[in-house]
C-alpha cells in the first residue's frame, strides 16, 4: 500500500482491509515503518524503535478489532516487556520492565501491531514535549512549534500520518493538549473507565487517564470499547456503558443544553481567534439543534491550579525518589525544573497535601451541580495557539540561580516566595481549561474544528458528567458529520504548505 492510500484510512478502515485479505498486516507495517523514517528527522517524535517486536507479533498472528493496524505506545505508564521506559528521562538510562502495561496488553489483545514508543517530555511534566534526553517533537503542521504534551510524540506521529492513531494518556489535558495543537481528536475517559495496572491502582491520585489521539472519532470509540473495564484487583469498577462506544458514535445525541465559557479560569487573556472559534462552534451547535448558553460553573479558577500544582510538586518528588532507588541516578541526572518541582513537593507537609487533595471534592460537586442544568460544558482547549519551540525554557540567569536553592534544599524557601501563585498563572498560562476534568474525574474531549489564520488547529473542548463518555462520542460524531476534519492534514496544499 502507498501512503496516499494508506493516509486515506482510519485505523478502523485499514483493520477492514487487512480482515478481508485486501492489504496484509506486514504491508501496512512497512508503510508506517517508511512514513516514520521520512518525516522522522523533522518531527523527532519516536525516539524508541521496536521493529523486532513487531515482527514477532506479524509472526505469532493476530487478532482483534485492529487487527494488523500499525500503533506507537506513549513511553511513560504503558511500559511494554523488555522495552526501555524512559519517561524522557535521562535519570532512567535503559530501565526495561519486566512485564506489561495493563493497557499495553489491551492494545496487542485488539490486535495492534506495536513498532515504537513516542516521546514524552520528562516524567510528563508539561503541555509541550522538548524533553533534554530526546530533544524536541515538534509539530507537523509548524515545525517551529510544540505539537504539545503530554503526548505530544503521540499527536505528532499521527497527525504526520505515520499512525491513524496512538497510545497517550492525560493526566491534566496531555490527551487534549496535544490534540488541540495537531488537528487530531482526543478524548480523555472518565477516572477509573480504563485501568492503569498492575504497578498502579490509579495515577496521580486518579486524575490521570489512558486512550489514544486520532483522527477519526470511531476509532477513539472502538479503542475505548477495546480498553475499559477493571482488571484484576483494581480499585474501581465504573458502571459499563450502555451499548458499545462505537454504536454511540453512529447515533445522533438528540438537543443538549449546553454551556459555553471561554473566559480563562486564571482570569489571563485568550487568543482572540480561539474565542472566535468557540463563537463559531456554539453557533454550529445551535444550527444542529442545540440549546447553547453562556455560563460557567461556580470554581474558584486559581484555587484549583493550585490544588493541581500541590498533586504535581507530590507526585514529583515521589517519582524522582523511586526512579533514584530504582536506577542509582542521581539527583543532577534530572532537568532542573524537574528537580526544583521535586524539592517544592518534598516541602509540603502530608497535611496540605491532603488538604489541597480534599478541595478536589468542592470542585466535583460544584461541576456536579452545574451539571443538572446541562448536558454538556463547552470552553476552548487551549488559550493560545501552539507555541513556539523552546518559549517555555528556563532562562540561563534562572538555571544559575536555582543552583544554590536546590543545593542547600531550601524548598520551604521557595513556597514562602510566593512561586506557587506564580507558577499557576506561568505553567497553566496557555492550558487553564484541562485540568478541570482531570481533578473532578470527569470525561472531555477535544475536537479539530477550526484552523487559525496561520493554519494552525484549534481546538474545542466538551467536558460531560463523570461516566458520560457516550454523550461525548455522539456529540463529536454528529460534529464530525457537520464539520469533517480527517483530510485536513498537514502539506494540503488548498490550505498552506504544511511541514511534514
Request: hydrophobic share 40%; glycine share 10%.
Amino acid at each position: 500500500m502507498n501512503f496516499d492510500d494508506y493516509r486515506r484510512h482510519d485505523a478502523t478502515a485499514l483493520a477492514e482491509l487487512v480482515a478481508s485479505g485486501q492489504v496484509s498486516a506486514a504491508d501496512l507495517l512497512a508503510t508506517a515503518q517508511a512514513r516514520l523514517e521520512a518525516v522522522e528527522p523533522r518531527i523527532n517524535a519516536v525516539p524508541i524503535r521496536m521493529a523486532e517486536q513487531a515482527r514477532r507479533q506479524l509472526a505469532e498472528g493476530l487478532s482483534g478489532p485492529f487487527a494488523g493496524v500499525p500503533f506507537l505506545i506513549k513511553d511513560i505508564a504503558q511500559d511494554y516487556a523488555g522495552v526501555p521506559t524512559t519517561m524522557g528521562s535521562r535519570a532512567l538510562r535503559d530501565f526495561k520492565p519486566a512485564q506489561h502495561a495493563e493497557v499495553t496488553r489491551r492494545f496487542l489483545e485488539a490486535g495492534l501491531v506495536v513498532f515504537g514508543k513516542t516521546s514524552t517530555p520528562e516524567l510528563a511534566l508539561k503541555g509541550r514535549t522538548e524533553p533534554l534526553r530526546w530533544g524536541a517533537t515538534r509539530n507537523p503542521w509548524d515545525l517551529q512549534r510544540t505539537p504539545g504534551g503530554s503526548s505530544g510524540g503521540a499527536a505528532a506521529a499521527v497527525a504526520a500520518g505515520v499512525v491513524p492513531m496512538a497510545g497517550a494518556n492525560d493526566g491534566g489535558g496531555s490527551i487534549r493538549i496535544p490534540a488541540a495543537c495537531c488537528g487530531l481528536f482526543g478524548l480523555r475517559p472518565s477516572r477509573g473507565r480504563v485501568p492503569c495496572g498492575p504497578g498502579a491502582g490509579e495515577i496521580w491520585e486518579g486524575a490521570s487517564s489512558d486512550l489514544v489521539v486520532s483522527r477519526s472519532v470511531r476509532d477513539s470509540a472502538r479503542m475505548l470499547d477495546a480498553l475499559q473495564g477493571p482488571d484484576i484487583g483494581a480499585p474501581f469498577h465504573i458502571e459499563a456503558p450502555r451499548g458499545s462506544y462505537a454504536q454511540n458514535v453512529q447515533q445522533e445525541p438528540g438537543p443538549l443544553s449546553i454551556a459555553v465559557c471561554t473566559r480563562s479560569p486564571l482570569g489571563l487573556p485568550v487568543d482572540a481567534q480561539i474565542v472566535a472559534a468557540i463563537d463559531d462552534t456554539a453557533r454550529r451547535l445551535e444550527s444542529l439543534g442545540h440549546r447553547v448558553e453562556l455560563a460557567e460553573p461556580e470554581i474558584d479558577g486559581m484555587g484549583l491550579a493550585k490544588a493541581y500544582l500541590t498533586l504535581y510538586f507530590g507526585q514529583v518528588a515521589a517519582t524522582v525518589a523511586e526512579i533514584r532507588t530504582l536506577t542509582g541516578a542521581s539527583e543532577s541526572e534530572f532537568e532542573a525544573e524537574t528537580r526544583t518541582l521535586a524539592l517544592l513537593g518534598r516541602s509540603i507537609s502530608a497535611g496540605e497535601y491532603v488538604a489541597r487533595r480534599r478541595d478536589w471534592n468542592l470542585y466535583a460537586r460544584s461541576l456536579g451541580r452545574f451539571f443538572e442544568g446541562f448536558d454538556l460544558y463547552l470552553t476552548p482547549t487551549l488559550a493560545s495557539l501552539p507555541q513556539p519551540i523552546g518559549s517555555d525554557a528556563l532562562p540561563r540567569w534562572q538555571q544559575v540561580a536555582l543552583g544554590p536553592i536546590l543545593g542547600l534544599g531550601l524548598g520551604k524557601f521557595l513556597l514562602k516566595t510566593g512561586i506557587v501563585d506564580e507558577l499557576a498563572v506561568e505553567s497553566l498560562r496557555h492550558v487553564p481549561f484541562t485540568q478541570l476534568a482531570n481533578l473532578t474525574g470527569t470525561p472531555a474531549i477535544s475536537v479539530p474544528l477550526h484552523w487559525s489564520r496561520e493554519n494552525l488547529p484549534i481546538g474545542s473542548q466538551f467536558i460531560a458528567p463523570f461516566g458520560r463518555e457516550d454523550r461525548l462520542l455522539q456529540l463529536a460524531g454528529q460534529l464530525e458529520r457537520a464539520m469533517p476534519w480527517f483530510d485536513r492534514t498537514p502539506g494540503d496544499e488548498r490550505r498552506g504548505t504544511g511541514d511534514a
